[in-house]
């Protein structure tokens, strides 16, 4: 069948990630897992999707229970390139939202990966680097203890600097496609800043999700609380709707944990004052969903949401003790119930 300049860009965006040292390349081994991951949560029979069932099946229908290792396993007879575009382009001809649920699938496939590399390979900090810290608290703890404790924060603080990053680039422009927009970054947005009222045409605001259709401007927050935003930062946030409001765009709230707090009271009100609109827990995933459609409704549901809803039953609850230990072959952090093996390549860890 022919296939669209479209379909051939989606196939090949959703096999590469990045350039350089730090590209991810998916092979046809990891697309075809991929893409047979995509008919089980869709219940999309071998007829439409041109492909049979992988002959290894994996462990769980659930992919974030699914090894990441299992997909760069080789599956017998795996589909060649060409194979695989056909079948994507077969799929979304019966189904054109396949080709979105597909791509994002790949995103966060591809995120992960590039995020177990980092933890793998993030440099040990030197003294060079971090020694000076050591004033603060020499004298006053054994030596050879606060030179751990000043290796291991700065390495943790590396890693979670990263982990930042990659979500970064993962979370909302996912979040935005499923809703039928896009990030836009503050060079390129309708919205502008004001200055005593007037719109500055040199400065605009990064948008979590714009929907030009409906001109909307979208504010993702997973949970708003007094400790999560100083008094300077929550100004920036109350005036994103008053500068929507400038720009001629509805602003729209969206909070995923309905925690009350006077801040999230404070940011609802500011939107309405603004013509916007607001959606908090359930009606934010409702709405979000009511949005995606039917089949992007289904990524939110299995990729979006469960981890999200999980990790937020420990906001409250004091974290478990961890013993932390590294060797130059792995690192082990051992909770209460369970261990995480991290293999180290060099430059490495201890």
């Not at 056909?86 to 992960?112: G, W």
């Not at 949970?223 to 994103?240: D, H, K």
Request: aromatic share 8%; proline share 7%; charged share 25%.
């Amino acid at each position: 069948m022919s296939i669209s300049a479209e379909i051939k860009k989606s196939f090949s965006n959703a096999r590469i990630l990045g350039n350089g040292d730090d590209r991810v390349t998916l092979t046809e081994c990891e697309l075809y897992c991929l893409m047979s991951q995509c008919w089980i949560d869709l219940g999309i029979v071998e007829s439409v999707s041109r492909l049979p069932s992988l002959p290894n099946m994996p462990p769980s229908t659930d992919y974030y229970r699914i090894p990441l290792a299992w997909f760069q396993t080789p599956q017998p007879n795996c589909p060649s390139a060409s194979l695989l575009l056909d079948s994507l382009a077969y799929c979304v001809k019966h189904q054109p939202d396949f080709r979105l649920y597909f791509e994002n699938l790949a995103t966060l496939h591809k995120r992960r990966l590039k995020y177990q590399r980092i933890l793998s390979t993030q440099p040990r900090p030197t003294m060079n680097q971090i020694g000076p810290r050591s004033l603060l608290e020499f004298g006053g703890v054994d030596d050879e203890l606060l030179a751990s404790w000043l290796i291991w924060r700065k390495w943790i603080f590396d890693v979670d600097n990263r982990a930042a990053q990659e979500t970064g680039y993962l979370f909302e422009p996912v979040l935005a496609s499923c809703l039928g927009g896009e990030a836009v970054g503050s060079r390129h947005s309708p919205v502008k800043r004001l200055n005593d009222g007037v719109a500055r045409t040199d400065e605009g605001r990064q948008i979590d999700c714009y929907d030009g259709e409906n001109q909307l401007a979208y504010e993702f927050k997973l949970r708003v609380t007094i400790a999560a935003s100083g008094q300077g930062r929550f100004a920036e946030e109350l005036s994103f709707p008053v500068e929507c409001r400038a720009s001629g765009l509805t602003p729209v709230l969206i909070v995923l944990d309905p925690t009350p707090s006077a801040r999230l009271t404070d940011l609802i009100r500011a939107f309405e004052a603004n013509g916007g609109k607001h959606y908090v827990g359930s009606d934010a995933w409702a709405h979000m969903e009511a949005k995606a459609g039917e089949i992007m409704a289904v990524f939110l549901e299995k990729y979006i949401k469960p981890p999200l809803v999980e990790m937020a039953k420990y906001e409250d609850t004091l974290p478990q003790t961890l013993e932390i230990a590294c060797t130059s072959e792995a690192m082990t952090i051992k909770g209460a119930k369970a261990i995480l093996r991290i293999p180290r390549r060099q430059p490495h860890l201890g």
